[in-house]
């Protein structure tokens, strides 16, 4: 069964960085493209960004040069380093896999549980 667990949300300030986790189990995860989405209140979830698996990533216009996606393949773990971080990046983080690809829009991926952040200006 593939699970996903994202952790690491919290309370940060504007310009601040937290850096998100993903703990993967239930499938090769080497072998599959993974990504990171949010969905702020009352709107629709977005895609952050994903890599692919063979490593080669992609972002949002709106975190590029400010997020970076990456993953420790031997403790089958996802992250996210989200750094200078603005009011507008508050929602809910969404970890996700695929054994093809992981586009940045939502799509019928493995998804895990969410975790709040919340950036304060």
């Known amino acids: 069964e593939v699970q996903l667990q994202a952790s690491g949300g919290g309370l940060a300030q504007a310009g601040g960085s937290l850096r998100l986790s993903c703990t993967a189990s239930?499938?090769?995860?080497?072998?599959?493209?993974k990504g990171w989405f949010r969905q702020a209140p009352g709107k629709e979830r977005e895609g952050v960004a994903s890599?692919?698996?063979?490593?080669?990533?992609y972002y949002t216009d709106s975190v590029e040069g400010r997020f970076t996606i990456y993953s420790d393949n031997a403790e089958n773990t996802l992250y996210l380093q989200m750094n200078e971080l603005k009011p507008e990046d508050t929602a809910v983080y969404y970890c996700a896999a695929d054994p093809m690809s992981v586009l940045l829009t939502p799509g019928p991926y493995y998804w895990g549980k969410g975790t709040l952040v919340t950036v304060s200006s």
């Open positions: 239930g499938f090769t995860f080497d072998r599959y493209a």
């Open positions: 890599i692919a698996r063979y490593g080669t990533t």
